[in-house]
Protein backbone atom coordinates (compact mmCIF):
# COMPACT_ATOMS: atom_id res chain seq x y z
CA UNK A 1 0.00 0.00 0.00
CA UNK A 2 1.65 3.09 -1.51
CA UNK A 3 1.72 6.56 1.50
CA UNK A 4 -0.69 8.56 1.34
CA UNK A 5 0.95 11.65 -0.10
CA UNK A 6 -2.58 13.98 0.13
CA UNK A 7 -5.29 14.32 2.50
CA UNK A 8 -8.29 16.45 2.25
CA UNK A 9 -10.88 16.01 4.93
CA UNK A 10 -13.81 18.05 4.89
CA UNK A 11 -12.74 21.24 3.35
CA UNK A 12 -15.02 23.89 2.99
CA UNK A 13 -14.74 27.11 1.62
CA UNK A 14 -16.56 30.00 1.29
CA UNK A 15 -16.56 33.65 0.24
CA UNK A 16 -19.02 36.52 0.51
CA UNK A 17 -19.62 38.59 -2.25
CA UNK A 18 -22.54 41.06 -2.16
CA UNK A 19 -23.52 40.16 1.26
CA UNK A 20 -24.27 36.29 0.24
CA UNK A 21 -22.12 33.52 1.23
CA UNK A 22 -21.09 31.62 -1.62
CA UNK A 23 -19.51 27.87 -0.93
CA UNK A 24 -16.87 27.60 -3.67
CA UNK A 25 -15.50 24.46 -2.21
CA UNK A 26 -18.10 22.48 -0.07
CA UNK A 27 -17.57 19.53 2.34
CA UNK A 28 -15.09 18.19 0.00
CA UNK A 29 -12.97 15.30 1.36
CA UNK A 30 -10.43 13.04 -0.71
CA UNK A 31 -7.08 11.11 -0.17
CA UNK A 32 -4.08 11.02 -3.21
CA UNK A 33 -1.46 8.25 -2.40
CA UNK A 34 2.17 8.73 -3.54
CA UNK A 35 2.44 7.35 -7.41
CA UNK A 36 -1.41 7.94 -8.02
CA UNK A 37 -2.33 10.84 -10.43
CA UNK A 38 -5.63 12.25 -10.42
CA UNK A 39 -8.00 14.32 -12.61
CA UNK A 40 -10.29 17.21 -10.84
CA UNK A 41 -12.71 17.90 -14.00
CA UNK A 42 -15.56 19.93 -13.63
CA UNK A 43 -17.43 23.00 -15.63
CA UNK A 44 -16.33 26.66 -15.13
CA UNK A 45 -17.33 27.55 -11.50
CA UNK A 46 -17.60 24.53 -10.17
CA UNK A 47 -14.32 24.86 -7.04
CA UNK A 48 -11.48 23.09 -8.76
CA UNK A 49 -9.12 25.79 -9.27
CA UNK A 50 -10.10 27.09 -5.52
CA UNK A 51 -9.69 23.72 -4.27
CA UNK A 52 -6.53 23.57 -6.11
CA UNK A 53 -5.00 26.80 -4.26
CA UNK A 54 -6.21 25.14 -1.03
CA UNK A 55 -4.31 22.33 -1.90
CA UNK A 56 -1.14 24.72 -2.98
CA UNK A 57 -1.22 26.38 0.56
CA UNK A 58 -2.49 29.54 -1.65
CA UNK A 59 -5.62 29.78 0.21
CA UNK A 60 -6.53 29.15 3.84
CA UNK A 61 -9.64 26.98 3.56
CA UNK A 62 -12.84 28.26 5.60
CA UNK A 63 -12.67 25.26 7.77
CA UNK A 64 -11.48 21.57 7.73
CA UNK A 65 -8.00 20.24 6.82
CA UNK A 66 -5.51 19.55 4.40
CA UNK A 67 -2.74 17.49 5.28
CA UNK A 68 0.34 17.22 2.66
CA UNK A 69 2.86 14.54 3.44
CA UNK A 70 1.59 14.58 6.79
CA UNK A 71 1.64 17.87 7.71
CA UNK A 72 -1.56 20.19 8.57
CA UNK A 73 -1.44 23.30 6.43
CA UNK A 74 -4.13 24.96 9.01
CA UNK A 75 -1.25 24.53 11.54
CA UNK A 76 0.89 26.39 9.87
CA UNK A 77 2.03 30.20 9.53
CA UNK A 78 2.66 31.87 6.27
CA UNK A 79 6.83 31.04 6.27
CA UNK A 80 5.73 27.78 7.01
CA UNK A 81 3.55 27.40 3.88
CA UNK A 82 6.30 29.22 2.20
CA UNK A 83 8.73 26.13 3.28
CA UNK A 84 6.30 23.56 2.74
CA UNK A 85 5.72 25.09 -1.56
CA UNK A 86 9.16 25.44 -2.16
CA UNK A 87 9.73 21.51 -0.55
CA UNK A 88 6.76 19.46 -1.00
CA UNK A 89 5.23 20.79 -3.44
CA UNK A 90 5.71 21.05 -7.18
CA UNK A 91 3.95 22.98 -10.14
CA UNK A 92 2.76 23.69 -13.39
CA UNK A 93 0.46 26.79 -14.48
CA UNK A 94 -1.85 27.45 -17.08
CA UNK A 95 0.12 30.13 -18.64
CA UNK A 96 3.15 32.40 -17.81
CA UNK A 97 4.75 29.41 -15.75
CA UNK A 98 8.21 30.17 -16.72
CA UNK A 99 10.30 32.80 -15.61
CA UNK A 100 11.25 34.46 -18.79
CA UNK A 101 14.89 35.46 -18.34
CA UNK A 102 15.70 32.02 -17.65
CA UNK A 103 16.62 29.44 -19.72
CA UNK A 104 14.71 25.96 -19.91
CA UNK A 105 17.55 24.79 -17.58
CA UNK A 106 18.18 27.87 -15.23
CA UNK A 107 14.60 27.15 -14.87
CA UNK A 108 14.03 24.00 -13.41
CA UNK A 109 17.86 24.34 -11.93
CA UNK A 110 15.61 27.26 -10.16
CA UNK A 111 13.69 25.07 -7.94
CA UNK A 112 17.03 23.40 -6.76
CA UNK A 113 18.32 26.64 -6.03
CA UNK A 114 15.56 27.78 -3.68
CA UNK A 115 15.86 24.40 -1.71
CA UNK A 116 19.49 24.97 -1.33
CA UNK A 117 20.23 21.48 -3.51
CA UNK A 118 22.04 22.73 -6.63
CA UNK A 119 24.97 20.77 -6.76
CA UNK A 120 27.03 18.73 -9.89
CA UNK A 121 24.80 15.58 -9.17
CA UNK A 122 21.44 17.61 -9.34
CA UNK A 123 22.71 19.65 -12.69
CA UNK A 124 22.99 16.31 -14.35
CA UNK A 125 19.80 14.84 -13.37
CA UNK A 126 18.07 18.11 -14.04
CA UNK A 127 19.39 17.93 -18.07
CA UNK A 128 18.54 14.01 -17.59
CA UNK A 129 15.10 14.92 -16.89
CA UNK A 130 14.94 17.59 -19.99
CA UNK A 131 15.99 15.36 -21.78
CA UNK A 132 13.34 12.78 -20.92
CA UNK A 133 10.97 15.44 -21.78
CA UNK A 134 12.47 16.02 -25.19
CA UNK A 135 14.28 19.05 -24.70
CA UNK A 136 17.82 17.96 -24.68
CA UNK A 137 18.56 20.43 -27.88
CA UNK A 138 16.21 23.63 -25.71
CA UNK A 139 18.39 23.77 -22.75
CA UNK A 140 19.52 27.66 -23.60
CA UNK A 141 16.45 28.31 -25.08
CA UNK A 142 14.88 31.08 -23.31
CA UNK A 143 10.89 30.29 -22.64
CA UNK A 144 10.39 33.24 -25.65
CA UNK A 145 12.43 30.87 -28.12
CA UNK A 146 10.17 27.69 -27.40
CA UNK A 147 6.87 26.47 -28.11
CA UNK A 148 4.10 26.09 -25.76
CA UNK A 149 4.10 22.31 -25.37
CA UNK A 150 7.83 22.59 -24.91
CA UNK A 151 7.61 25.60 -22.27
CA UNK A 152 4.94 23.58 -20.31
CA UNK A 153 7.76 20.52 -20.46
CA UNK A 154 10.09 22.60 -19.03
CA UNK A 155 7.25 23.34 -16.43
CA UNK A 156 6.74 19.99 -15.26
CA UNK A 157 10.28 19.00 -15.06
CA UNK A 158 10.73 21.90 -13.02
CA UNK A 159 7.58 20.65 -11.06
CA UNK A 160 9.62 17.35 -10.40
CA UNK A 161 13.21 18.09 -10.18
CA UNK A 162 13.49 18.79 -6.08
CA UNK A 163 11.01 15.28 -5.19
CA UNK A 164 7.94 17.31 -4.02
CA UNK A 165 4.99 14.91 -2.12
CA UNK A 166 2.77 16.26 -4.61
CA UNK A 167 2.40 17.68 -8.10
CA UNK A 168 -0.40 19.99 -8.90
CA UNK A 169 -1.44 20.79 -12.63
CA UNK A 170 -3.56 23.51 -13.12
CA UNK A 171 -4.89 23.51 -16.66
CA UNK A 172 -1.67 22.56 -17.66
CA UNK A 173 -3.19 22.15 -21.73
CA UNK A 174 -5.13 24.96 -21.54
CA UNK A 175 -2.67 26.57 -24.49
CA UNK A 176 -1.72 23.96 -26.79
CA UNK A 177 -3.13 22.10 -29.61
CA UNK A 178 -4.69 18.73 -28.96
CA UNK A 179 -1.69 15.90 -29.97
CA UNK A 180 0.86 18.24 -27.88
CA UNK A 181 -1.72 18.39 -24.85
CA UNK A 182 -1.94 14.62 -24.92
CA UNK A 183 1.90 14.35 -25.42
CA UNK A 184 2.23 16.53 -21.80
CA UNK A 185 0.19 14.80 -19.87
CA UNK A 186 1.33 11.70 -21.03
CA UNK A 187 4.67 12.41 -20.19
CA UNK A 188 3.53 13.95 -17.04
CA UNK A 189 1.13 10.87 -16.21
CA UNK A 190 4.73 8.52 -16.50
CA UNK A 191 6.72 11.06 -15.02
CA UNK A 192 4.57 11.03 -11.79
CA UNK A 193 4.01 6.93 -12.11
CA UNK A 194 7.89 6.36 -12.12
CA UNK A 195 8.83 9.04 -9.43
CA UNK A 196 6.24 8.16 -7.26
CA UNK A 197 5.01 11.00 -6.67
CA UNK A 198 0.91 11.99 -6.14
CA UNK A 199 -0.42 14.01 -9.10
CA UNK A 200 -3.30 16.27 -9.22
CA UNK A 201 -4.21 17.87 -12.89
CA UNK A 202 -6.84 20.42 -13.12
CA UNK A 203 -8.67 19.98 -16.61
CA UNK A 204 -11.47 21.18 -18.77
CA UNK A 205 -10.39 18.76 -21.47
CA UNK A 206 -11.95 15.37 -20.21
CA UNK A 207 -9.90 13.82 -22.83
CA UNK A 208 -6.80 13.51 -20.93
CA UNK A 209 -8.45 11.92 -18.43
CA UNK A 210 -7.28 8.98 -20.25
CA UNK A 211 -4.00 9.12 -18.50
CA UNK A 212 -4.95 9.53 -15.01
CA UNK A 213 -6.02 6.89 -12.06
CA UNK A 214 -8.51 8.49 -10.96
CA UNK A 215 -11.17 11.15 -11.76
CA UNK A 216 -12.87 13.47 -8.88
CA UNK A 217 -15.78 15.47 -10.83
CA UNK A 218 -16.86 18.96 -9.08
CA UNK A 219 -20.05 21.19 -9.15
CA UNK A 220 -20.78 23.96 -7.35
CA UNK A 221 -18.27 23.00 -4.87
CA UNK A 222 -19.27 19.76 -4.12
CA UNK A 223 -16.98 16.34 -5.06
CA UNK A 224 -19.91 14.74 -6.67
CA UNK A 225 -18.36 11.58 -8.27
CA UNK A 226 -15.06 9.51 -7.90
CA UNK A 227 -14.41 7.43 -10.79
CA UNK A 228 -11.57 4.85 -9.90
CA UNK A 229 -12.31 1.85 -12.29
CA UNK A 230 -9.58 2.39 -15.76
CA UNK A 231 -12.65 1.22 -17.95
CA UNK A 232 -14.99 3.72 -16.40
CA UNK A 233 -12.00 6.19 -16.73
CA UNK A 234 -11.23 5.48 -20.33
CA UNK A 235 -14.96 5.38 -21.19
CA UNK A 236 -14.76 8.82 -19.07
CA UNK A 237 -12.74 10.11 -21.36
CA UNK A 238 -13.60 8.61 -24.42
CA UNK A 239 -17.25 10.56 -24.27
CA UNK A 240 -16.39 13.40 -24.34
CA UNK A 241 -14.30 12.48 -28.03
CA UNK A 242 -17.40 12.02 -29.09
CA UNK B 1 19.09 35.21 4.90
CA UNK B 2 22.30 34.68 2.75
CA UNK B 3 20.43 32.62 0.10
CA UNK B 4 18.18 34.69 -0.20
CA UNK B 5 20.67 37.07 -0.92
CA UNK B 6 22.31 35.17 -2.95
CA UNK B 7 19.00 33.77 -4.91
CA UNK B 8 17.48 37.65 -5.25
CA UNK B 9 20.76 38.67 -6.94
CA UNK B 10 21.14 35.66 -9.16
CA UNK B 11 17.69 36.75 -10.20
CA UNK B 12 18.38 40.60 -10.48
CA UNK B 13 21.18 39.88 -12.46
CA UNK B 14 19.93 37.85 -15.03
CA UNK B 15 16.94 39.23 -15.77
CA UNK B 16 19.15 42.18 -16.10
CA UNK B 17 21.63 40.96 -18.91
CA UNK B 18 18.95 38.96 -20.40
CA UNK B 19 16.90 41.73 -21.03
CA UNK B 20 19.93 44.38 -20.87
CA UNK B 21 18.85 46.63 -24.18
CA UNK B 22 15.67 47.57 -21.95
CA UNK B 23 17.70 48.22 -18.55
CA UNK B 24 20.54 50.01 -20.89
CA UNK B 25 17.86 52.62 -21.84
CA UNK B 26 16.70 53.18 -18.44
CA UNK B 27 20.70 53.42 -17.26
CA UNK B 28 20.75 56.07 -19.84
CA UNK B 29 17.82 57.87 -18.90
CA UNK B 30 19.39 57.66 -14.91
CA UNK B 31 22.64 58.89 -16.79
CA UNK B 32 21.18 62.12 -18.76
CA UNK B 33 19.77 63.32 -14.90
CA UNK B 34 22.96 61.96 -13.64
CA UNK B 35 24.59 64.55 -16.17
CA UNK B 36 21.95 67.28 -15.26
CA UNK B 37 22.45 67.08 -11.53
CA UNK B 38 26.50 66.89 -11.80
CA UNK B 39 26.54 70.08 -13.80
CA UNK B 40 23.92 71.79 -11.35
CA UNK B 41 25.89 71.06 -8.30
CA UNK B 42 29.27 71.95 -10.26
CA UNK B 43 28.00 75.03 -11.13
CA UNK B 44 26.80 75.55 -7.84
CA UNK B 45 30.09 75.17 -6.14
CA UNK B 46 31.86 76.84 -9.27
CA UNK B 47 29.25 79.97 -8.54
CA UNK B 48 29.62 79.56 -4.60
CA UNK B 49 33.33 79.87 -4.94
CA UNK B 50 33.56 82.92 -7.68
CA UNK B 51 31.34 84.48 -4.73
CA UNK B 52 32.87 83.80 -1.52
CA UNK B 53 36.56 82.05 -1.99
CA UNK B 54 38.00 85.19 -0.99
CA UNK B 55 36.04 85.36 2.32
CA UNK B 56 35.99 81.48 2.90
CA UNK B 57 39.86 81.22 2.60
CA UNK B 58 40.80 84.56 4.80
CA UNK B 59 43.07 83.26 7.87
CA UNK B 60 40.43 84.42 10.58
CA UNK B 61 37.89 83.67 12.48
CA UNK B 62 35.96 86.72 12.79
CA UNK B 63 35.01 89.47 10.23
CA UNK B 64 34.55 93.21 11.51
CA UNK B 65 31.81 95.35 10.04
CA UNK B 66 30.58 99.02 10.63
CA UNK B 67 27.71 98.98 12.70
CA UNK B 68 24.51 98.39 11.00
CA UNK B 69 25.90 97.36 8.10
CA UNK B 70 23.58 94.32 8.15
CA UNK B 71 27.11 91.94 7.70
CA UNK B 72 27.47 93.76 4.12
CA UNK B 73 30.46 94.20 2.85
CA UNK B 74 29.76 96.57 -0.01
CA UNK B 75 27.60 98.51 2.80
CA UNK B 76 30.34 98.74 5.48
CA UNK B 77 32.92 101.62 5.44
CA UNK B 78 35.35 101.51 9.20
CA UNK B 79 37.03 104.13 10.17
CA UNK B 80 40.92 103.71 9.18
CA UNK B 81 42.23 103.13 12.63
CA UNK B 82 39.87 100.35 13.44
CA UNK B 83 42.23 97.48 12.83
CA UNK B 84 44.60 99.37 15.34
CA UNK B 85 41.89 99.53 17.94
CA UNK B 86 40.95 95.62 17.35
CA UNK B 87 44.86 94.32 17.45
CA UNK B 88 44.69 95.82 20.98
CA UNK B 89 41.80 93.45 22.28
CA UNK B 90 42.95 90.98 24.39
CA UNK B 91 41.86 87.29 22.89
CA UNK B 92 43.21 88.84 18.94
CA UNK B 93 45.72 87.83 17.49
CA UNK B 94 45.78 89.39 14.51
CA UNK B 95 43.43 91.71 12.79
CA UNK B 96 44.00 92.66 8.73
CA UNK B 97 42.05 95.72 7.30
CA UNK B 98 40.46 94.67 3.93
CA UNK B 99 39.51 97.27 1.54
CA UNK B 100 37.37 95.74 -1.73
CA UNK B 101 36.20 97.25 -5.38
CA UNK B 102 36.56 96.32 -8.61
CA UNK B 103 38.44 97.29 -12.19
CA UNK B 104 39.42 96.04 -15.13
CA UNK B 105 42.79 94.97 -16.69
CA UNK B 106 42.90 96.79 -20.00
CA UNK B 107 46.37 95.49 -21.32
CA UNK B 108 44.74 92.24 -22.47
CA UNK B 109 43.60 91.74 -26.04
CA UNK B 110 40.52 90.87 -24.06
CA UNK B 111 39.95 93.60 -20.98
CA UNK B 112 39.25 91.51 -18.05
CA UNK B 113 37.19 92.68 -14.89
CA UNK B 114 38.37 91.61 -11.53
CA UNK B 115 37.81 92.36 -7.81
CA UNK B 116 40.97 94.91 -6.75
CA UNK B 117 41.36 94.29 -3.08
CA UNK B 118 43.21 96.23 -0.83
CA UNK B 119 44.95 93.95 2.21
CA UNK B 120 48.06 94.57 4.28
CA UNK B 121 50.98 92.22 3.32
CA UNK B 122 51.46 89.87 6.22
CA UNK B 123 48.26 90.48 8.38
CA UNK B 124 44.80 88.30 8.21
CA UNK B 125 42.94 89.27 4.81
CA UNK B 126 46.18 89.01 2.81
CA UNK B 127 46.16 85.17 1.29
CA UNK B 128 49.59 83.53 1.02
CA UNK B 129 51.11 83.99 -1.70
CA UNK B 130 51.90 80.71 -3.97
CA UNK B 131 54.70 82.25 -6.13
CA UNK B 132 56.99 85.20 -6.17
CA UNK B 133 56.77 87.93 -3.14
CA UNK B 134 54.31 89.63 -1.51
CA UNK B 135 53.99 93.46 -2.33
CA UNK B 136 55.64 96.20 -0.39
CA UNK B 137 53.48 98.02 1.62
CA UNK B 138 53.32 102.37 1.24
CA UNK B 139 52.03 103.11 -2.34
CA UNK B 140 54.08 100.66 -4.50
CA UNK B 141 52.63 99.82 -7.76
CA UNK B 142 53.06 96.46 -7.01
CA UNK B 143 50.21 93.69 -7.22
CA UNK B 144 49.33 90.49 -6.22
CA UNK B 145 47.53 88.37 -8.12
CA UNK B 146 44.91 85.62 -8.52
CA UNK B 147 45.93 82.29 -10.47
CA UNK B 148 42.31 82.34 -12.07
CA UNK B 149 44.26 85.68 -13.44
CA UNK B 150 47.09 84.58 -14.83
CA UNK B 151 45.62 81.49 -16.10
CA UNK B 152 42.70 83.44 -18.30
CA UNK B 153 44.90 86.42 -19.15
CA UNK B 154 48.55 84.89 -19.47
CA UNK B 155 49.98 87.23 -17.34
CA UNK B 156 53.35 86.14 -15.57
CA UNK B 157 55.35 87.41 -12.48
CA UNK B 158 57.09 90.16 -13.65
CA UNK B 159 54.60 91.56 -16.37
CA UNK B 160 53.33 95.07 -16.00
CA UNK B 161 49.68 95.21 -15.87
CA UNK B 162 47.35 98.26 -16.93
CA UNK B 163 43.99 98.89 -15.02
CA UNK B 164 41.05 101.70 -15.99
CA UNK B 165 39.69 103.30 -13.34
CA UNK B 166 36.72 105.82 -13.49
CA UNK B 167 38.05 108.88 -10.95
CA UNK B 168 35.15 111.03 -10.79
CA UNK B 169 33.90 111.49 -14.74
CA UNK B 170 37.32 110.39 -16.16
CA UNK B 171 38.85 107.30 -16.89
CA UNK B 172 42.54 106.57 -15.52
CA UNK B 173 44.63 103.98 -16.18
CA UNK B 174 47.31 102.78 -14.16
CA UNK B 175 50.37 100.90 -14.53
CA UNK B 176 51.07 98.01 -11.71
CA UNK B 177 53.87 95.30 -11.73
CA UNK B 178 52.60 91.68 -10.75
CA UNK B 179 54.92 90.42 -7.80
CA UNK B 180 53.31 87.54 -6.79
CA UNK B 181 50.74 84.91 -7.16
CA UNK B 182 47.99 83.75 -4.50
CA UNK B 183 45.55 80.46 -5.22
CA UNK B 184 41.68 80.38 -5.24
CA UNK B 185 40.45 84.08 -4.48
CA UNK B 186 37.67 84.67 -6.01
CA UNK B 187 35.41 87.19 -5.08
CA UNK B 188 32.48 88.83 -6.09
CA UNK B 189 32.28 86.22 -9.70
CA UNK B 190 35.61 87.73 -10.45
CA UNK B 191 39.45 86.71 -9.88
CA UNK B 192 40.91 88.79 -7.69
CA UNK B 193 44.08 91.22 -7.85
CA UNK B 194 45.82 92.91 -4.61
CA UNK B 195 47.19 96.15 -3.72
CA UNK B 196 48.82 97.75 -0.79
CA UNK B 197 46.06 100.35 1.17
CA UNK B 198 47.49 103.28 -0.18
CA UNK B 199 47.61 102.23 -3.53
CA UNK B 200 44.26 100.70 -3.16
CA UNK B 201 42.59 103.98 -2.18
CA UNK B 202 45.21 106.06 -5.49
CA UNK B 203 43.47 103.44 -8.05
CA UNK B 204 39.93 102.31 -7.18
CA UNK B 205 37.14 103.56 -9.34
CA UNK B 206 35.92 106.92 -7.20
CA UNK B 207 33.21 109.63 -7.27
CA UNK B 208 34.21 113.86 -7.41
CA UNK B 209 33.43 114.33 -3.69
CA UNK B 210 36.28 111.12 -3.33
CA UNK B 211 38.47 112.17 -4.67
CA UNK B 212 39.73 115.14 -2.09
CA UNK B 213 40.90 112.39 0.28
CA UNK B 214 44.10 110.05 0.69
CA UNK B 215 42.89 108.39 3.53
CA UNK B 216 41.80 104.70 2.42
CA UNK B 217 38.69 103.66 4.64
CA UNK B 218 38.67 99.15 5.26
CA UNK B 219 35.31 97.99 4.55
CA UNK B 220 35.90 95.13 6.89
CA UNK B 221 38.69 93.85 9.16
CA UNK B 222 39.58 90.41 9.27
CA UNK B 223 40.25 89.19 12.47
CA UNK B 224 42.17 86.15 13.96
CA UNK B 225 42.00 84.70 17.54
CA UNK B 226 44.40 83.80 19.65
CA UNK B 227 41.64 80.50 20.52
CA UNK B 228 39.27 80.28 17.57
CA UNK B 229 36.92 78.20 19.84
CA UNK B 230 36.33 81.49 22.39
CA UNK B 231 35.19 82.79 18.71
CA UNK B 232 31.65 83.72 20.19
CA UNK B 233 32.75 85.22 23.72
CA UNK B 234 35.58 87.65 21.40
CA UNK B 235 32.53 88.81 19.09
CA UNK B 236 30.65 90.03 22.48
CA UNK B 237 34.04 91.41 23.49
CA UNK B 238 34.60 93.30 20.23
CA UNK B 239 31.21 94.64 20.33
CA UNK B 240 32.33 96.14 23.98
CA UNK B 241 35.54 97.37 23.23
CA UNK B 242 35.56 99.05 19.92
CA UNK B 243 33.29 102.05 19.06
CA UNK B 244 30.63 101.82 15.89
CA UNK B 245 30.63 97.94 14.73
CA UNK B 246 29.67 94.77 14.45
CA UNK B 247 31.24 91.15 14.46
CA UNK B 248 30.38 87.91 12.68
CA UNK B 249 31.92 85.18 11.64
CA UNK B 250 32.91 83.63 7.86
CA UNK B 251 29.94 81.78 7.39
CA UNK B 252 27.24 84.33 7.78
CA UNK B 253 29.69 87.31 6.22
CA UNK B 254 29.84 84.71 3.00
CA UNK B 255 25.71 84.02 3.53
CA UNK B 256 25.21 87.96 3.60
CA UNK B 257 27.65 87.73 -0.03
CA UNK B 258 24.66 90.03 -1.76
CA UNK B 259 23.41 87.31 -3.85
CA UNK B 260 25.02 84.60 -2.89
CA UNK B 261 22.08 82.92 -0.32
CA UNK B 262 19.88 83.45 -3.37
CA UNK B 263 22.02 82.20 -6.06
CA UNK B 264 23.07 79.21 -3.85
CA UNK B 265 19.27 78.61 -3.50
CA UNK B 266 17.92 78.80 -7.10
CA UNK B 267 21.11 76.15 -7.95
CA UNK B 268 20.00 73.91 -4.76
CA UNK B 269 16.48 74.20 -6.11
CA UNK B 270 17.31 73.18 -9.43
CA UNK B 271 19.11 70.45 -7.87
CA UNK B 272 16.27 68.81 -6.06
CA UNK B 273 13.67 69.09 -8.33
CA UNK B 274 15.73 67.74 -11.36
CA UNK B 275 16.53 64.88 -8.03
CA UNK B 276 13.38 64.77 -7.73
CA UNK B 277 12.30 64.19 -11.67
CA UNK B 278 14.66 61.30 -11.66
CA UNK B 279 13.27 59.67 -8.60
CA UNK B 280 9.79 59.95 -10.81
CA UNK B 281 10.89 58.33 -13.65
CA UNK B 282 13.02 55.82 -11.99
CA UNK B 283 9.64 54.75 -9.73
CA UNK B 284 7.85 55.37 -13.07
CA UNK B 285 9.68 52.73 -15.03
CA UNK B 286 10.30 50.03 -12.06
CA UNK B 287 6.13 50.55 -11.35
CA UNK B 288 5.49 49.61 -15.02
CA UNK B 289 7.98 46.96 -15.17
CA UNK B 290 6.34 45.06 -11.84
CA UNK B 291 3.20 45.83 -13.49
CA UNK B 292 4.10 43.72 -16.46
CA UNK B 293 5.46 40.92 -14.15
CA UNK B 294 2.77 40.39 -11.53
CA UNK B 295 2.53 36.86 -12.99
CA UNK B 296 5.71 36.14 -12.81
CA UNK B 297 5.98 37.55 -9.54
CA UNK B 298 2.90 35.22 -8.51
CA UNK B 299 4.67 31.80 -10.07
CA UNK B 300 7.86 32.72 -8.20
CA UNK B 301 6.18 33.26 -4.82
CA UNK B 302 3.64 30.16 -5.69
CA UNK B 303 7.37 27.63 -6.29
CA UNK B 304 8.45 28.56 -3.24
CA UNK B 305 10.27 31.96 -2.86
CA UNK B 306 9.93 34.24 -0.03
CA UNK B 307 8.29 37.56 0.10
CA UNK B 308 11.84 39.08 1.13
CA UNK B 309 13.66 37.60 -1.50
CA UNK B 310 11.38 38.75 -4.92
CA UNK B 311 11.47 42.42 -2.76
CA UNK B 312 15.56 42.16 -2.18
CA UNK B 313 15.62 41.10 -5.79
CA UNK B 314 13.91 44.05 -7.14
CA UNK B 315 15.94 46.39 -4.64
CA UNK B 316 19.39 44.94 -6.08
CA UNK B 317 18.04 45.04 -9.82
CA UNK B 318 17.06 48.64 -8.99
CA UNK B 319 20.45 49.38 -7.47
CA UNK B 320 22.45 47.99 -10.19
CA UNK B 321 20.36 50.08 -12.75
CA UNK B 322 20.98 53.02 -10.87
CA UNK B 323 24.49 52.54 -10.19
CA UNK B 324 25.19 51.47 -13.62
CA UNK B 325 23.14 55.05 -14.96
CA UNK B 326 25.56 56.85 -12.46
CA UNK B 327 28.72 55.42 -13.50
CA UNK B 328 27.90 56.77 -16.67
CA UNK B 329 26.63 59.78 -16.20
CA UNK B 330 30.02 60.65 -14.08
CA UNK B 331 31.76 59.47 -17.23
CA UNK B 332 29.58 61.44 -19.54
CA UNK B 333 29.80 64.34 -17.11
CA UNK B 334 33.78 64.31 -17.22
CA UNK B 335 33.97 63.96 -21.28
CA UNK B 336 31.77 67.05 -21.30
CA UNK B 337 33.43 68.94 -18.80
CA UNK B 338 36.68 68.71 -20.87
CA UNK B 339 35.01 70.92 -23.65
CA UNK B 340 33.79 73.64 -21.07
CA UNK B 341 35.83 77.01 -21.41
CA UNK B 342 37.25 78.02 -18.28
CA UNK B 343 34.78 80.98 -18.10
CA UNK B 344 31.88 78.73 -16.97
CA UNK B 345 32.25 78.51 -13.16
CA UNK B 346 31.80 74.55 -13.03
CA UNK B 347 34.06 72.93 -10.25
CA UNK B 348 33.88 68.89 -9.76
CA UNK B 349 35.97 68.57 -7.13
CA UNK B 350 33.39 69.37 -4.08
CA UNK B 351 31.71 67.79 -1.29
CA UNK B 352 28.71 68.80 -3.14
CA UNK B 353 29.61 66.56 -6.31
CA UNK B 354 30.51 63.94 -3.79
CA UNK B 355 26.94 64.62 -2.00
CA UNK B 356 25.22 64.82 -5.37
CA UNK B 357 26.24 61.38 -6.53
CA UNK B 358 25.36 59.87 -3.27
CA UNK B 359 21.90 61.58 -3.74
CA UNK B 360 21.74 60.01 -7.19
CA UNK B 361 22.80 56.30 -6.02
CA UNK B 362 19.90 56.81 -3.69
CA UNK B 363 17.21 57.70 -6.25
CA UNK B 364 17.03 54.35 -7.39
CA UNK B 365 15.79 52.73 -4.26
CA UNK B 366 13.44 55.55 -3.13
CA UNK B 367 11.94 56.18 -6.95
CA UNK B 368 11.30 51.89 -7.01
CA UNK B 369 10.36 51.88 -3.30
CA UNK B 370 6.57 52.34 -4.46
CA UNK B 371 7.07 48.88 -7.08
CA UNK B 372 9.27 47.68 -4.40
CA UNK B 373 6.36 47.41 -1.90
CA UNK B 374 4.07 46.36 -4.66
CA UNK B 375 6.28 43.39 -5.69
CA UNK B 376 6.37 42.27 -1.76
CA UNK B 377 2.45 42.45 -1.68
CA UNK B 378 1.76 40.80 -4.79
CA UNK B 379 -0.12 37.36 -3.97
CA UNK B 380 0.65 34.04 -5.29
CA UNK B 381 -2.52 33.39 -6.06
CA UNK B 382 -1.61 35.31 -9.19
CA UNK B 383 -0.22 32.76 -10.46
CA UNK B 384 -3.42 30.86 -11.02
CA UNK B 385 -6.09 32.30 -12.36
CA UNK B 386 -8.09 33.53 -9.38
CA UNK B 387 -5.51 36.38 -8.33
Known amino acids: MSNIALEVRDL ?13 VDNVSFQVRSGEFVALVGPSGSGKTTLLSILAALLSPTSGQVLIDGQDLAKMNERERVKLRREKIGFTFQSNNLIPFLTARENVEYMLRLNGALNHGSRIRSDELLARLGLAERLHNLPAQMSGGQQQRVAIARALIHNPAVVLADEPT ?37 FVDRVLQMRDG ?21 | MMKNFTLATYLAIKEVVRNRGRFFLVALVIALITLLVLFIAALGEGLANGNRQYVANLDAQLVVFLEKSDYIISSSRLETNTARSIRRVEGVDDAGAVYTSSTEIVSLPEPLKVSLLGAEPGRPGMPPVVAGREFRSGEARETVIDQQVAFRS ?37 PTIFVPPSTWEKIRPQSD ?9 PNIVA ?32 NNIPGYSAQQGTVQAQGFFTLLIGILVIGGFFQIQILQKVPQIGVLKAIGSSNGMVGLSAVIQIIIVTALGVGIGGGLT ?18 RSLIAVALLLSIGPVGGMVSIIYAVRIEPLKALRLG
Request: with cysteine; aromatic share 8%.
Open chain 1, 12 to 24: VKSFSLDGATIQA
Open chain 1, 174 to 210: ASLDTERAFQVVETFANLIHENGRAGIIVTHDLRMCQ
Open chain 1, 222 to 242: KLVRIIEDKNEILEFAGAAVH
Open chain 2, 154 to 190: GIQIGDVIEIRSTQGVDDEFFELKVVGLVSGQSYFFQ
Open chain 2, 209 to 217: SELSSDTPF
Open chain 2, 223 to 254: VRLTDPSQADMMMTRLVERVPNIEVTDIETTI
Open chain 2, 334 to 351: YLFSLGFPPTIPLVFNGA
